[in-house]
């Protein structure tokens, strides 16, 4: 065996070595009846003393392939362990990330023999939070825990929980987007989401109709959030080939919408807020663009003047 060239680990070599065995020794002797009554005079080591000093020696083998104690405490890195199990680290270190909670773990489980799977534990937040990372042993997985995976509650604050989580004080959740008085609304799978209540209007807002002249004309495309929108068109010297109805809606370039739609004759696109439609945005986002066009016939065209302030206005009436 080829001794390791840092002398500290040296001496804590050959003291380990040291130690173990002179425990062999006095263990094996202790309990080996090899001394006479009154323990004055030696008898002569016999092949059946000598075979129970080797069945002394593989009971102590037994014993330290599984480790026990029936009292008292075990301590690693202190001399005064007041729990039954106790680790104490000099590392003065702060973990900022997997890497480095896994290189200064104070104890690390790995409880499968042909994986990688392992969980460490070490201080986070300056010493104020212990940090617990299950990860490979390279710390680049992001692994699950699962606590109680075939059964039984989880409380947290509370030392008898009556459902499968139970807090006993608030709950934060700053995933999604959370905003004042919005509520959390669950999807089909059961995932959760910040979302706007009915009542409330929180997106409103105005496109400008390009200019030009063509038989549809758009506004920019616009990311709206999940909820309802009201949407009413303003008309500023629209101008068009003939006096059809014409008609507002909206499109989107992703995620999906349902849209209604408006429509009105020239004449009567005079410079007034025209009737509103409504548009319900269904995925969580989506581009949407609002469009005034002649459906008549493609040969006919509408047209909007440079500068004009023709304009989509919308508010947000639900979720």
């Known amino acids: 065996m080829k001794l390791p060239n840092n002398l500290y680990a040296r001496l804590s070599l050959v003291t380990c070595i040291a130690f173990m065995a002179g425990y062999i020794f006095v263990y094996a002797a202790w309990y080996t009846p090899i001394l006479s009554g009154d323990y004055a005079t030696w008898k002569p080591l016999t092949s059946t003393l000598f075979g129970q000093v080797v069945s002394n020696i593989e009971d102590l083998n037994i014993r330290l392939s599984n480790l026990s104690f029936s009292g008292g405490n075990v301590g690693i890195g202190t001399t005064n ?48 939070t212990i940090g617990m990372q299950v990860t490979n042993s390279n710390a680049t997985a992001d692994w699950n825990i699962s ?33 004042v008085g919005r509520i959390l609304t669950s999807d089909a799978t059961g995932l959760a989401s910040w979302d706007i209540p009915a009542s409330d209007s929180t997106e409103d807002g105005q496109l400008s109709l390009e200019s030009g002249t063509a038989n549809a004309l758009y506004t920019p495309y616009r990311t709206f959030q999940k909820g ?79 500068g004009s302030c023709s304009s989509f206005y919308f508010t947000q009436i639900g979720k």
Not at 92 to 116: C, E, F, M, R, W
Not at 159 to 168: Q, R, V
């Open 228 to 306: 309802v929108y009201m949407v009413w068109f303003y008309s500023c010297t629209i101008t068009a080939t003939a006096d059809y109805y014409i008609a507002m809606t909206a499109e989107n370039s992703n995620g999906t919408i349902s849209a209604g739609s408006t429509n009105r004759s020239l004449s009567q696109l005079t410079n007034y807020h025209q009737p509103a439609f409504i548009v319900k945005v269904r995925s969580s986002t989506a581009s949407v663009r609002f469009k005034i066009w002649n459906p008549s016939s493609v040969s006919q065209t509408i047209t909007n003047s440079a």
């Open 81 to 128: 362990p007041w729990a039954k199990f106790y680790i104490s680290s000099d590392n003065v270190n702060d973990a900022t990330n997997k890497t480095q909670l896994q290189q200064y773990s104070a104890l690390t489980i790995k409880p499968h023999g042909s994986n990688s799977t392992n969980m460490n534990i070490w201080q986070v937040n300056n010493g104020n």
């Open 147 to 179: 606590l109680n995976p075939f059964g039984g509650n989880v409380g947290i604050g509370i030392i008898n929980p009556g459902a499968k989580l139970e807090i006993a004080g608030q709950v934060k959740i700053t995933g999604g987007t959370p905003s």
